[in-house]
């Protein structure tokens, strides 16, 4: 299974950056899709990036532009670099893996990571 571990939060003021970063041995053998996702307090997680397995990204509308998705294959860690941060980017922050169209069940198979808390004041 692909575990999963982020870090990289933090508290920065709007308009700041941070870079979170997701290490999860066995990703990329597996060829596994990989999302960030994000949960802000009293409300629904939501889905905010993918990496696929071939590079193709995708984001939500809300972080078009700000956000960035990356992978680093010889370490099995993907990125999210985040700037011109705003207050309504505070949450706790997840990566997750997922089998898309080639990957491997072990991709899901390892759940949720502990995610990391990025707080953005005004």
């Known amino acids: 299974q692909v575990n999963l571990v982020e870090s990289g939060g933090g508290s920065v003021q709007a308009g700041g950056s941070l870079r979170l970063s997701c290490t999860a041995p066995?990703?990329?053998?597996?060829?596994?899709?990989m999302a960030w996702y994000r949960q802000a307090a009293g409300k629904q997680r939501e889905w905010v990036s993918t990496?696929?397995?071939?590079?193709?990204?995708r984001y939500t509308d809300s972080v078009k532009g700000r956000f960035t998705i990356s992978k680093d294959e010889a370490k099995d860690t993907v990125y999210l670099q985040m700037n011109s941060l705003k207050p309504e980017d505070t949450a706790m922050y997840s990566c997750?893996?997922?089998?898309?169209?080639?990957?491997?069940?072990?991709?899901?198979?390892?759940?949720w990571g502990q995610g990391t808390q990025v707080t953005v004041s005004s």
């Open positions: 997750k893996a997922w089998s898309g169209t080639i990957g491997s069940m072990a991709c899901v198979t390892g759940g």
């Open positions: 066995g990703f990329t053998s597996n060829r596994c899709d």
């Open positions: 990496v696929s397995s071939d590079d193709s990204t």
